[in-house]
Every structure is written in C-alpha cells, then in structure tokens.
C-alpha cells in the first residue's frame, strides 16, 4: 500500500508570494494534520483536518489555511510569504479521531523563501 | 499548555553499544501518549515506539525500550546493540488524548553511531 504522498518535493519561492503544498493520506484514512519544521527544530502543529472539517489549529497566523477535500487529500495553503516561512512542512494522516490512532508521516516538502 | 524538552541536541555510541536519550515534558493531563519519533536523513518521520500514560509496564520494541516516570514526568528512549542504521534525529513527542491526534515535539536529540 502507498504511504502518505506529499508534492511538491521541493519549492522555492520569494517573499510575498503565495504557495499551495498538497497531501494525499493512506487509502481509508481520513484524518489529515500539517506539522512545519523549521531546520533544526521538532515539527509545530499547524492544523488538523478530518472529514473535510477543521478540527485544530496551532499556533500560526492567518497566512495559513488549510482544506480537505471529499477524497481525504488536503491542500495547505500560505499567502504572503516570509523568510521565516521556510522550512519542511509535513503532513500525517491517522485513521480517525477519538482513541488513539498511529499518525503516518509523509516525506515532507521543503519550501525556501528567498 | 503541553511542553516538551530533549536536553541533549547531540549524541553518538559506538555501534553495538547502549545509548539513552533523554526527555522531559510539562502537562497537567491524565490521560495522554508519549512518542519517540526516528527521522532519518530521508526526512520521512518513523514512529520507534509509544508509551500510554496509564500503563505503569515500560513499552518496549525489539532494541528499543523506555524508562517511564510519570511522577517525574520523565521518558527516555534506550537503544540497545546499536547499529549504524540507528543514525538519525530522534523527536520525543506528546499527544493529548482529550485533543484529538495533535502531537507536541520536543526539539530533537541527533544520534550519530560510529563504526
């Protein structure tokens, strides 16, 4: 079975700009969350998303937006780059919600804001 | 709030040897996990290991163990008989089970095992 899909690999973008990062979850999960992490730092949860619905939100400005669609697949979405927006940006899927469910990482994709 | 600390961001072993990364959390929840999380240069994030806050048992997974103290909110991560694939970052993490999957990360431990 194919593990969690993430494009592009890489990214590189300019200040100001806007960029759409894209996820597709382990077939029959329906749970999708979006980590960054910036180098040399533990992933920041951005948001979680199950069942096309927002389910959390970290700690990040507005810039960020996020949404999932009818077949589980999110898209994270950043406006108005920064410098400080680079980073690898990860995104996990899990099952479900409730009781414990094991999150599965993608390979990230790198994003660099010149 | 949940926080998460690992002291040491670097260490190395000796391949074949025992190495114990260390971390410490900060909740005032029952009822939560505790993850170490592997990440190798390949930047894919591989679960090692969980731990779930009831259990008094230390979980363990093949070379690896951990060393739970609840009270002292404390959870390290040992690695026996090393192995050179065993070189990556190593994230301790926290989940909340009252807050749906949502993980908390400390700042990682680089391992480095040296032949």
């Known amino acids: 079975d194919a593990g969690v899909t993430q494009s592009p690999t890489h990214l590189i973008k ?10 597709s979850p382990i077939s029959g999960h329906k749970s999708v969350s979006w980590y960054q992490q910036v180098l040399g730092q ?6 979680q998303y199950y069942e096309k619905e927002e389910r959390g939100r970290g700690n990040f400005p507005d810039r960020f937006s996020a949404r999932q ?13 920064l410098l400080g927006d680079s980073a690898l940006y990860l995104c996990a899927s899990t099952q479900g919600l409730g009781t414990y469910n094991e999150q599965f990482f993608g390979p990230g994709t790198r994003l660099t804001v010149l | 709030a949940q926080t998460v600390t690992q002291s040491q961001p670097e ?8 190495v114990t990364l260390s971390c ?8 939560y996990y505790l993850f170490w999380y592997k990440q190798p240069p390949s930047r894919q994030m591989i679960l090692v290991i969980r731990q779930e806050a009831y ?3 230390n ?3 093949n070379r690896f163990s951990v ?3 609840k009270a002292a909110k404390s959870f390290s991560l040992k690695i026996s008989d090393s192995q050179l694939g065993d070189t990556a970052m190593y994230f301790c993490a926290f989940m909340n089970n009252n807050a749906g999957n949502m993980l908390t990360f400390g700042g990682g431990t680089r391992l480095m095992v040296k032949p």
């Not at chain 1, 533990?42 to 948001?47: A, H, K, L, T, V």
């Not at chain 2, 410490?24 to 009822?31: A, G, V, W």
């Open chain 1, 14 to 23: 300019t200040r100001g700009q806007h960029v759409t990062l894209r996820c």
């Open chain 1, 42 to 47: 533990g992933p920041q949860f951005i948001f």
């Open chain 1, 69 to 81: 669609f009818p077949n589980y697949s999110s898209e994270l979405n950043v406006n108005a780059l």
């Open chain 2, 11 to 18: 260490m190395s072993v000796q391949e074949a040897e025992t």
């Open chain 2, 24 to 31: 410490t959390y900060d909740t005032s929840e029952n009822n």
């Open chain 2, 55 to 57: 259990k008094q048992q």
């Open chain 2, 59 to 61: 979980a363990t997974e």
């Open chain 2, 67 to 69: 060393n739970f103290q």
